[in-house]
């Protein structure tokens, strides 16, 4: 949810699964696509907005969110409390009596159905609780960004090595970049990732995407896969290689792994009496000869 600070208007709601940076990078993209750039946000302390580890290692210091912000040049203020967001607090416990009811009433119990509902509750919410600014003046500025560099922004980044063998490894997955005259000089060097909300992901090299090829380390591979895909042997056999290294190993019983050898049994179960003979003799030494046998 987002709240005009100034008139108290909601100016951005969505139902989302969860409260991830990909569900506040279709929400701000909304909201920036229908009013434009704001001066500020004020948020909470979550962890989408801060880091909450000052000295952490790893990352650039910023959270997804607050690079993209940063691009856009919004700037990100985070409230020590919950009661310095008193305004968008006090409309949480609004929203979370009078939009729960009014979504019982109209039997709504999915998430599209109730984002289809939500765009005229926003209309009727605004009319009866919106006040007037103390400054009429509307301090958004244009987006100034065209539809593509928009989702370059919101999107997921993330820098990954390139391998000699044009690889790269991504969320569980093997990158195989394909051989192009800008890939051939890629070995050693860092490429960047883009996730989209929707699911898209692009390997860039200073802005241009580059072709690529998928594959899932945790798929198994035959040896007739291999076969057939000469043109990816070598790419599945490293895959069906890896797939051999994490392979659970035997788990050894305590008797194995005290070196126990069982002993020969007969069908009764017990050791009989000519090979308990048998074996006493093999443990007797013979007594030495002061003669030749012939």
Not at 121 to 145: I, K, M, S, W
Not at 159 to 166: A, F, H, M, P, S
Not at 167 to 179: G, H, N, Q, V, W
Not at 212 to 230: L, S
Request: net charge positive.
């Amino acid at each position: 949810m987002f709240i005009d600070d100034a008139t108290g208007r909601l100016v951005a709601l969505r139902f989302v699964g969860s409260e991830s940076a990909f569900a506040y990078f279709e929400t701000l993209k909304g909201y920036l696509t229908a009013f434009g750039r704001p001066v500020a946000f004020y948020s909470d302390k979550h962890s989408i907005f801060r880091v909450s580890k000052a000295e952490a290692k790893g990352g650039q210091g910023v959270t997804q969110f607050g690079r993209a912000v940063s691009e856009l040049g919004i700037e990100i203020l985070c409230a020590n409390s919950s009661q310095a967001k008193g305004r968008v607090e006090r409309v949480n416990r609004t929203l979370q009596d009078r939009l729960v009811k009014e979504l019982r009433l109209e039997k709504i119990a999915t998430l599209d159905a109730a984002n289809a509902y939500l765009p005229a509750f926003v209309a009727r919410f605004n009319e009866r609780f919106a006040t007037v600014p103390a400054r009429p003046a509307d301090l958004h500025r244009p987006l100034e960004h065209a539809p593509a560099d928009l989702d370059a922004i919101l999107a997921w980044r993330e820098q990954r090595y390139v391998t000699q063998q044009l690889a790269l490894s991504y969320d569980s997955k093997r990158i195989i970049l394909d051989a192009t005259p800008i890939t051939i000089g890629l070995p050693g060097k860092y490429v960047e990732t883009y996730e989209f909300p929707d699911g898209r992901l692009e390997v860039r090299w200073k802005g241009v995407a580059l072709p690529y090829r998928a594959f899932d380390k945790k798929q198994r591979v035959t040896h007739a896969a291999i076969v057939e895909n000469k043109r990816l042997s070598e790419v599945l056999a490293w895959v069906k290689a890896r797939q051999d290294e994490i392979r659970p190993a035997r788990v050894k019983t305590s008797s194995e792994a005290a070196g126990y050898t069982p002993r020969p049994r007969t069908r009764s179960g017990r050791i009989s009496f000519i090979d308990r003979r048998i074996a006493a003799k093999s443990k007797e030494e013979r007594p030495t000869r002061g003669y030749d046998e012939i």
